[in-house]
T-cell receptor
């Protein structure tokens, strides 16, 4: 089955700096890669996703890149703000499955 | 309505109790999910319903019993739970369009404590 590894487990950045979180997946059939943000005591919320027919996707300060050959994808947050502090989870899914496999999560702390 | 709702928000139960968790969505989604999340861990899939039929059971113990009465509702019946079952139980839904992997939208969760 699919296995998703996520690094780093914790990341501290200064406000205004960029943050990068990386994930690798094992199943070459996976082709849907969402990123979720979960604040303390709250639900996971989708912040961006990418499908395997696209190499990069941007939404304001957030971008995701995908390298299908290397089987890894990354989340990039620019101009970080204190409200970006949360746990971020990457995930992977195949086209015909409802099963999302999550990475272990990254705790992002943005220091002001 | 663009949200998944869950009740109750918090639940404390003894090991001999029977209780149920409820999840509701009115987005017309045809796939619904139960996840269990322990502190500082990712959500862990338990069950998937697709068009009101159970399609995935991730080898969950029988003390957890899911039910999908209609396309908008998902229940999780709990019986004879163990203290290690204490966790945040998250419900999610997705459109289920032609078998394509879709965005899953999560509810706020039920914080369950088993004494």
């Amino acid at each position: 089955g699919e296995n998703v590894e996520q690094h780093p487990s914790t990341l501290s950045v200064q406000e205004g700096d960029s943050a990068v979180i990386k994930c690798t997946y094992s199943d070459s059939a996976s082709n849907y890669f969402p990123w979720y943000k979960q604040e303390l005591g709250k639900r996971p919320q989708l912040i961006i996703d990418i499908r395997s027919n696209v190499g990069e996707k941007k939404d304001q300060r957030i971008a995701v890149t995908l390298n299908k050959t290397a089987k890894h994808f990354s989340l990039h947050i620019t101009e970080t703000q204190p409200e970006d502090s949360a746990v971020y989870f990457c995930a992977a899914s195949t086209e015909y499955g409802n099963k999302l496999v999550f990475g272990a999560g990254t705790i992002l702390r943005v220091k002001s | 309505d663009t949200e998944v709702t869950q009740t109750p928000k918090h639940l404390v139960m003894g090991m001999t109790n029977k209780k149920s968790l409820k999840c509701e969505q009115h987005m017309g989604h045809r796939a619904m999910y139960w996840y269990k999340q322990k502190a500082k861990k990712p959500p862990e899939l338990m069950f998937v319903y697709s068009y009101e039929k159970l399609s995935i059971n991730e080898s969950v113990p029988s003390r957890f019993s899911p039910e999908c009465p209609n396309s908008s509702l998902l229940n999780l019946h709990l019986h004879a739970l163990q203290p290690e079952d204490s966790a945040l139980y998250l419900c999610a839904s997705s459109p289920q369009r032609g078998g394509r992997a879709d965005t899953q939208y999560f509810g706020p969760g039920t914080r369950l404590t088993v004494l």
